[in-house]
């Protein structure tokens, strides 16, 4: 007997609506994020699309049907509370507000929403307009800069970055001179392998040793080579 | 050598934004008054009724678009469909912007009586809010919102001018009405619903 992992019974129900296009649940969870506004989503028109795709004989209508009326119940309450005062916290306020207040406050409403009306006949009417197809760069001339953003922005691109701490490292006893002397001695009786260069050095010995061997080579001193990836290294006099 | 006409017609036409007086002398090297005498001619001869392209005078320029009496056949020719039109709280937050901007979101909100953060958030990415400063002495100095010119140009209005003044689209009839069904006379707190009002 084999076990198949639990389905979400809604991971398959996609939705088309004017405001959102997509799975169900990724609805449910824009509007849980605030990313998508209540008021925007046709409740009614979920059920009925719900009702329209929904499939009896499928043996998960059950658990389907269960979790969808869940979830739709769910969103007409949140749409409810939303959409009332809330009494509790700020209902103080709203019950305090005079009725000549309210009067005003719903005057001001009602002249913006005649505005949004007036709006959209006046998107509708020239949505059929369609321009050149020939974008132009933006010209440096019409940008805008925000002053105290561009002080901040300064300001962090010239402000001196913190120190790194260096107290894990010792005293530095060498100099890169003192070592490219030392090559330059040994390279006087012919080619040198760095491992016998470094034989007797400690770590910051070496560490110095094979940067002044680049910069030899690269002033054209000597002549690095090397057979393969990190195989030997030897140091040559120029040729 | 080419008239005014048709050398503003040729800046025109590879202009996808419009263009301003200014800056149409500055490309043509014509006067204001060449360039305005040129722009009327091209208005009766890009006229709706005479072609299929045709000049408009949106958002403080000039710009060519197509007919809209032929988008379908240029929307089918592109293979794109027309943008999903604005929802109503879309509108509503637009109207606020432009009858009382700049303001705040929170004003925004105040004034349509729910939080509309969602709304000026989706219209911001389609440009046609933008932010242009900031409200100094509220408490954390909340951004300032107006329409753009892309909403001129989305609303065909050459500017903010265009639009019928605020006060003038609710007669005073309907505003008494409004008073009165919330203030009865002699009589206590108003008992019908602000939709009832509305």
Known sequence: MTLEPPRRSLSDFTV???????PYEWLLALILKDELEIFEVPLRELVDHYLRIRDPEDPNSLDRDTDFAGSAAALVLLKSRTLSPDFESEGDEEVALSPEELAERLSAYLKIRRGADSLRERFASNAGH?????SLPPRPGSLRIDPERLSGAARRAF????????????PITVTLQELASTIRLALAGGPVAYEDLIRNMNRLHSAVAFAAALSLAQEGHLRLSQSEPLGPLTLEPPA | MSGAPQLIEAVLLVSARPVGLGALCSATGLSKEEVSTALAGLGERYSPENSGIVLRNVAGGYLLSTNPACSSAVERFREEARPAPL????????????????LTRGEISRVRGVNSDAVVRSLLERGLLAEVGADRESPGSP?????TDDFLVATGAASRDDFPPLDSLVGPEELARVRDR?????????THSPEDAL
């Open chain 1, 16 to 22: 088309e609506l004017d405001v959102y296009s997509g």
């Open chain 1, 130 to 134: 369609h321009p050149s197809a020939h």
């Open chain 1, 159 to 170: 402000s001196r970055l913190a120190e790194p701490p260096v107290r894990h490292l010792g």
């Open chain 2, 87 to 102: 929802s109503g709280a879309a509108h509503e937050v637009l109207s606020c912007a432009l009858y009382l901007g700049p």
């Open chain 2, 143 to 147: 951004a300032l919102l107006s329409v």
């Open chain 2, 182 to 190: 919330l203030t009865p006379a002699g009589e206590g707190p108003p």
